[in-house]
């Protein structure tokens, strides 16, 4: 069977059914083609099962600490079934809620393995799609503008492949039948932090480990200094600079032993389980962009600040296009290639735009450069922090570690950074993205009145205190 639409999408993830959903909007005939599950590694095998199950486990570390609040609760006790079941139908209700949203804008998903093809007797251009069905049944589907969205899948360390029980990755993690009592977790970027505070929030012995001098050596090195402060003092063991040695491995019936390489030393550990995460690799193999003229760069699709690929009417979002892999970027992205193909002029952005979530306990999230970035960049700073222990509500919550820190140009007065190590730190963040939207100083954002008491007060206050002028210290 051969069909013609405005737009094919290549991948139902974030970024691709945006763009869908995007494009249909502005008019267009619209077809995604999915091989899995629509709303790809964000909504199966990420962001919401992830954070599903970190929330079960801040229910638990809260509730073990409860009698601080006053309150009596014995016997805490973790029902891991209900913990995976509660995951699960959280996902189920998101992926049932975007099945509804396709059909609501016309929106046709075809289940198959996607591949572009070249210029054919379909169509001069390359990017029609040939789509292998479940049932073996090919598909063409020929598209005026085509959306490569394939995303990315857990990076591997050769000699450590994952066996899904004793070595995993995030996607093994998250359907995991038991917690262990002891990990080895490599990479302390994002997801490996993230596991190391929800594991260890649930009773596992966690070893964190990452090659780097720091961890999450993308965000600020206070901040990297503060999270490891905090790791060490719940209990999990955390050596940076260090590096597993994958030929040293031995599997046997109830864990394994891995050396590790720290410091100059040798250590050997022992645990019941191993998660590697240590990034993530575009899908661009096997969908067919040696049948186009696309550019390959690092490993990731080359786009403009449109969206385009070196062939103009192919556009690419998402993880595949690499940039930051993060799920509201590849949604931004989608709209971008949706708006842009449909005429219109999209908000282009800027990566440092882009707002940098960390869900641990407690959670991390920034906007802009580092300390040392706008340095680099030639800025003269300014700086200031306030801590959470300065903040009733955060008083109130019980839960006071960590700070703001703003980054300011001497001077222009310029916002260049904010970073949030602190209590629900992920959800005031858009504040400080909003501020650097709008181009605001960081006076400016103090002027704003933050309600009293919210854990956003901090934000007012780091602001101002750039200046000098902040109230609470
Ligand atoms: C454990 C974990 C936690 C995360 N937490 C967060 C978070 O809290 N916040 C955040 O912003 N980001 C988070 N991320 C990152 C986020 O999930 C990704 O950035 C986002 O999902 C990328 O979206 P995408 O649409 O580019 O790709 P994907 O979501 O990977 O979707 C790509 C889709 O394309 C399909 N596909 C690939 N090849 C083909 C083909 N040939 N034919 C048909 N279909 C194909 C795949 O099956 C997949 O469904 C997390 C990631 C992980 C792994």
Known sequence: MTQAYDVIVLGGGIGGYTAAIRAAQLGKSVAIVEQDKLGGT??????????????????????????????????????????????????????????????????????????????????????????????????????????????????????????????????DALVM??????????????????WASMLSDFGTEVTLIEYAPRL??????????????????????????????????????????????????????????????????????????????????????????????????IYAVGDCIGGLQLAHAAAHEGIIAAEHMSGLEPHRYAQHQVPRCIYSRPEIASVG????????????????????????????????DGFAKVIADKETNDLLGVHLIGPHATDYIAEAALAQLLNATPWEVGQTIHPHPTLSEILGEAMLAVDGKAISI
């Open 177 to 194: 039948d038991r917690l262990p009592q002891s990990i080895l977790i490599i990479g302390g970027g994002v997801i490996g932090v993230e």
């Open 369 to 400: 450069w580092t300390e040392a970035q706008a340095k680099e960049r030639g800025h003269q700073v300014k700086t200031a922090k306030v801590h959470f222990k300065a903040l009733g509500k955060a008083l109130v919550y019980g839960d006071s």
């Open 42 to 171: 964000c909504l199966h095998k990420g962001c919401i099962p992830s954070k599903s199950l970190l929330r079960s486990a801040e229910v638990y570390a809260l509730m073990k600490d409860s009698r601080r609040f006053g309150v009596e609760a014995d016997q805490v006790r973790i029902d891991f079934g209900q913990i995976m079941s509660r995951k699960s139908a959280v996902v189920e209700q998101l992926h049932s809620g975007l099945q509804y949203v396709m059909k609501k804008n016309k929106i046709t998903v075809y289940r198959g393995i996607g591949r572009v093809i070249g210029p054919s007797i379909f169509s001069p251009r390359s990017g029609t799609v040939s789509v292998e069905q479940e049932d073996g049944e090919i598909l063409t589907l020929v598209p005026e503008r085509l959306v490569i969205a394939t995303g990315s899948r857990p990076r591997t360390i050769p000699g450590l492949e994952r066996d899904g029980e004793r070595i995993m990755n995030s996607d």
């Open 216 to 313: 999450v050596p993308g965000e600020d090195e206070d901040v990297s200094r503060e999270l490891e402060r905090l790791l060490k003092k719940r209990g999990v063991k955390v050596m940076t600079g260090a590096k597993a040695m994958p030929e040293t491995l031995e599997k046997h019936e109830s864990g394994v032993i891995l050396t590790v390489e720290h410091k100059d030393r040798q250590v050997p550990l022992t645990v019941e389980r191993v998660l590697v995460s240590v990034g993530r690799q575009a899908n661009i193999e096997g969908i067919g962009i040696e049948n186009t003229d696309i550019k390959i760069e690092n490993g990731y699709i080359r786009v403009n600040d449109a969206m385009q690929t070196a062939e103009l009417h």
